[in-house]
């Protein structure tokens, strides 16, 4: 069984960069999207990155678009997020979630979730 665990969270000043990892314990992770979302206090939870079993194709949401980047090493049953010129907007906590097949957007899409790791960003 997919057993997400995430790590790599921090406080950050606007325009650093942080590397969040999200790990599989259970080792049962190849064949399913990867995907990172986030939930900021108050909004809901939205769509961070995603990428595909094979790792070769990736998703972004617009606003996060060339600044993070989502990787998978299967090898390590892991998936990383390379955040850089980070913003104070991207503040929250950040989940990593698994789903079979494709990438979708929508949280309701995951089985799998891991427990969150909080980023801040200061201004």
């Known amino acids: 069984q997919v057993q997400l665990v995430e790590s790599g969270g921090g406080l950050v000043q606007a325009g650093g960069s942080l590397r969040l990892s999200c790990a599989d314990s259970g080792r049962t992770f190849i064949n399913y999207a990867m995907a990172w979302f986030r939930q900021a206090p108050g909004k809901e939870r939205e769509f961070v990155a995603g990428i595909r079993w094979s790792g070769g194709t990736t998703y972004y949401a617009d606003s996060v678009k060339d600044r993070f980047t989502i990787s998978r090493d299967n090898a390590r049953y892991a998936v990383d997020l390379q955040m850089n010129k980070l913003k104070p907007e991207d503040t929250a906590v950040y989940y990593c979630?698994?789903?079979?097949?494709?990438?979708?957007?929508?949280?309701?899409?995951?089985?799998?979730w891991g427990q969150g790791t909080q980023v801040t960003v200061s201004s």
């Open positions: 979630a698994a789903k079979r097949t494709l990438v979708t957007t929508g949280p309701s899409d995951y089985g799998y």
